[in-house]
Each structure stands twice: as structure tokens, then as C-alpha cells.
């Protein structure tokens, strides 16, 4: 597993760095979504509710806008879809404990699933392998963000 | 699709700390959900949003401005409108207040509401 500036990314996933977020190809055009560790640093502690708007289900989701929001004490802000697609479903255990999105972000706090017929193409707009995590290196160091 | 709108009516001001941090939060939430969001101040609401006194208001001890609060809404892309009437009753001009804000009279806040999907007031 890769870590940059202290922050876990791996490198299998692909990640719109711009807003923290991860998405990973599960067969078919499925692709999962979720917040990575620079999102759950930046949040800045314990969430307190990962909602995703009920009347999102089913509906056209276009790139970069918001799938689910994040609250905690000190943060509330939303989590963008990395790419287009269809909201499929969320993740239901979010509900009981919305804080698995930090403490097991790649695993069981994943945030929702999306049918992206374009997966494909649309990757392309995201950072992925050694030359993206090198990319998102230097835009965490840009931002002079970091896990430590 | 037009995204739904959602106006919020602050009247709360610097006497009250406690009430100032929450629909701000609230504002910034539903502009994260993709709401098309306005809040509308009066009364002493507008006191908010003169220059420089939200950073001197601490709806907890120890914890954030009401500054930041405001601040967060205002990247989240929350809209804010101040009510012309009550500027006149605390004395303020549109160069007292902070940029970016919308001076509206009173007719406009029925006229948003009938456009929103939800009024909410604070």
C-alpha cells in the first residue's frame, strides 16, 4: 500500500484528487466510491453522519457533483462523484457507524456505487499508478497538506 | 435538472452566539447536497455581515468564529441577501458590509420563498 506525506493511497485505485475521493472499477461498469485518508485528515475528526439523499437513488449523477455529505463537529462538505454514472446504491452500514468512512475508508467505509457505462474513458480525468500518485504527491505538497 | 432551492431567514445576531453557528452549517450542508441555497438576513441577522463582527462571535468557547462558519457557507456556494429595512435600522450601508452580499427589500424574500422548495428561519 502506498503512503504519501503520511497518507495512505493505494496504488490500485484511482482518485480525484481534487476532492479526496477514490474509485475503484468492481466488474461490469460498477465503480465503488469513497473518501481516502486525505479526506477523513481533512474532515478533522470523528463523522458524525454520511448521508446520501434518497431521491439520488436511481438517478444520473454528472462528475463532480455530490453523491453524499460528510458531517462532523468541525467539517461539512460534500463528496463528488469521481466520474458519471447512475447512483446504484449506498453503503448501509454507514448509517449505523458513519465514522468507517475514515477508520476503514478503503474497505467496509466505502460511500456509494455507481453504474458508469463511460468508466472507460471517464478514468482518464482521474489520477491512477506510480505517475498518479506522483502527481497527487505534489498536489498534497502544494496544499502543504499531510497525514502526519 | 434544476436543482431545488432552499432560502433560510437568519434573525439572529451578536447577542445571541449560540444561534449564529447553525444555520450557517445548515446552509453549507444543503449546498453540499446540491441545493441551490439563499439565506436571507434581518433584524439583527444583518449584523452579521458587517465588516470584521463575525470574527469577534463565539457561539462556543474556545471553538470556531462565527466568521468561519460564514466563510464556509460562502465556498460551499450559499448566496446571501441582506434586508435593505433592517439596514436602515442599525444605521449600516452596503460599504459596511461584507462583499459579496445582495441588498434585497422585504417583497423580495416572498418572492424567493415562492421559488423555494423549503423556507426555514433561524
Known amino acids: ?148 | 435538472m434544476e436543482p431545488d432551492k432552499i432560502l433560510i431567514m437568519m434573525t439572529s445576531g451578536p447577542d445571541t452566539p449560540r444561534r449564529c453557528a447553525t444555520p450557517f452549517f445548515m446552509a453549507t450542508l444543503a449546498a453540499a447536497m446540491e441545493y441551490e441555497v439563499t439565506m436571507f438576513f434581518t433584524i439583527d441577522g444583518t449584523l452579521l455581515l458587517k465588516r470584521g463582527m463575525a470574527a469577534t462571535i463565539f457561539p462556543k468557547a474556545g471553538g470556531k468564529s462565527v466568521e468561519s462558519f460564514l466563510n464556509e457557507a460562502l465556498e460551499a456556494g450559499v448566496k446571501l441577501t441582506a434586508c435593505t429595512a433592517s439596514m436602515e435600522l442599525h444605521g449600516l450601508t452596503q460599504s459596511d458590509l461584507i462583499d459579496g452580499v445582495k441588498m434585497v427589500g422585504g417583497a423580495s424574500f416572498w418572492q424567493m420563498s415562492e421559488g423555494a422548495k423549503t423556507v426555514v428561519s433561524f
Open chain 1, 1 to 148: 500500500m502506498g503512503k504519501i506525506r503520511g497518507c495512505e493511497l493505494p496504488e490500485d485505485l484511482y482518485y480525484y484528487a481534487e476532492k479526496h475521493v477514490w474509485a475503484k472499477p468492481m466488474g461490469g461498469s460498477l465503480i465503488r466510491v469513497g473518501m481516502n485518508t486525505v479526506a477523513g485528515k481533512l474532515s478533522g475528526g470523528k463523522l458524525n453522519a454520511v448521508t446520501v439523499r434518497a431521491k439520488n437513488i436511481g438517478a444520473e449523477i454528472a462528475a463532480g457533483k455530490s453523491v453524499a455529505t460528510v458531517e462532523s463537529s468541525k467539517y461539512v462538505g460534500p463528496v463528488p462523484a469521481p466520474v458519471a454514472g447512475v447512483l446504484k446504491r449506498a453503503n448501509e452500514k454507514l448509517t449505523a457507524d458513519p465514522n468507517l468512512a475514515i477508520t476503514d475508508p478503503y474497505g467496509e467505509g466505502w460511500i456509494v456505487e455507481l453504474e458508469s457505462p463511460n468508466w472507460e474513458t471517464d478514468k482518464a480525468g482521474l489520477l491512477a499508478g506510480p505517475d498518479g500518485l506522483a502527481a497527487y504527491k505534489a498536489k498534497l505538497e502544494a496544499d502543504g497538506i499531510s497525514c502526519e
